[in-house]
């Protein structure tokens, strides 16, 4: 997926090398609503922008839901790119490198990877002779924080791994919960800067290097920027705490019973595309909340009648 240039755009530091921004957070926080949105931004622009998107779980929904792949989306299947997954990024990486040439790379993490588990691998060779800025954006999602719902472990880690906060879904709490809320967030990570999102719109220079003067940051060499280690590294990653399974859903099935279907299995996350009147839907879940809306024309029928379940694995054992 590539919006070819006629002009280089700025967007790489002073060394030319390839800046990346890495988009983290928790289930359903809204990844990759932002990077369909930073995609629709460097294609107006003329930005060539590769992305690469990983998934807890073995369906693989966000290339679709970001829009037709092409030579610069990639997406790793399977497993953890903070993890299970970090050679096949740095091998991606590298293949984009020498096929695509990108001005810009987004990688858009599982909602259960750590960001600086990720970010070490971005300092390996052959990869760290050729980028350039890199950046953890930790999408959070508002409502959850002001329901309090799941903001140990892996949620506290996210944060307090970030260089950026993106706190979206602000449209869903009232005004009056924010403070709370960003203190809430502060006693996590006390200095990354802290933006407000409905549905991810915030201006794309705000992300990429050079950075803008209202961040309170100078424009910084990749050497000159804190190392991986000094960003609050965590000593356990247990993916074993978070259980996937993709269930089969007929054609016309009632919506209704499909939603209390779903909830009883207690989901962090629910994903997938059903098929209703004729039309592809896209079937979207949080903890209790469950959005059904259009999808985007051109959804594999492969992917149309499969949701994904994503839950911890102690309610699943709970539950079997």
């Known amino acids: ?17 390839v800046a990346v921004l890495l988009v983290s957070g928790f289930l359903g926080s ?3 609503t932002l990077v369909r949105h930073l995609l629709d931004d460097a294609i107006a622009n003329g930005v060539k922008v590769a992305i690469v998107t990983n998934e807890f779980g073995e369906l693989g929904l ?11 989306t990639v997406e790793l299947e399977g497993g953890c790119v903070c993890c299970q997954l970090s050679d096949e990024l740095l ?3 590298q293949e984009l490198r020498e096929s695509v ?16 588990d990720t970010l070490v691998q971005l300092w390996r060779e052959p990869v760290n002779s050729w980028l350039a800025d890199d950046a953890a954006l930790v999408v959070v999602d508002a409502l959850q924080v002001y329901e309090q719902r799941d903001l140990e472990g892996t949620f506290e880690q996210q944060v307090s791994s970030a260089d950026l906060l993106l706190l979206n879904k602000i449209d869903l709490v009232p ?70 399974e993709v269930i089969s859903v007929a054609d016309d099935s009632d919506l209704e019973q499909l939603e209390a279907e779903l909830l009883k299995t207690s ?25 059904v809306s259009d999808a985007a024309d051109g959804v594999d029928d492969k992917l149309v009648g499969r949701v994904v379940i994503i839950r911890r694995a102690s309610d699943q054992s709970r539950d079997s």
């Open 101 to 116: 040439d990108p001005d810009r790379i987004i990688i858009e993490t599982s909602g259960v990877a750590l960001p600086y």
């Open 62 to 72: 966000d290339a679709a839901l970001i829009g037709e792949g092409g030579q610069a």
């Open 175 to 244: 005004e009056s919960a924010l403070p709370a809320i960003e203190a809430r967030l502060r006693a996590m990570e006390p200095d990354a800067p802290l933006l407000h999102a409905s549905h991810c719109q915030v201006d794309p220079s705000v992300l990429f290097t050079p950075r803008p003067s209202q961040l309170g940051d100078e424009q910084q060499t990749r050497e000159q920027r804190r190392a991986p280690a000094e960003r609050g590294a965590h000593d356990e990653h247990d993916h074993e705490q978070f259980a996937s």
């Open 267 to 291: 989901p962090l996350r629910v994903k997938g595309f059903v098929r209703v009147g004729g039309r592809v839907k896209l079937l979207q879940g949080v903890g209790s909340r469950l959005d």
């Open 91 to 93: 091998d991606t990486l």
């Open 1 to 17: 997926m590539i919006a070819d240039r006629k002009t280089p755009p700025a967007t790489t530091d002073s060394r030319g090398g």
């Open 30 to 32: 809204g990844k990759t």
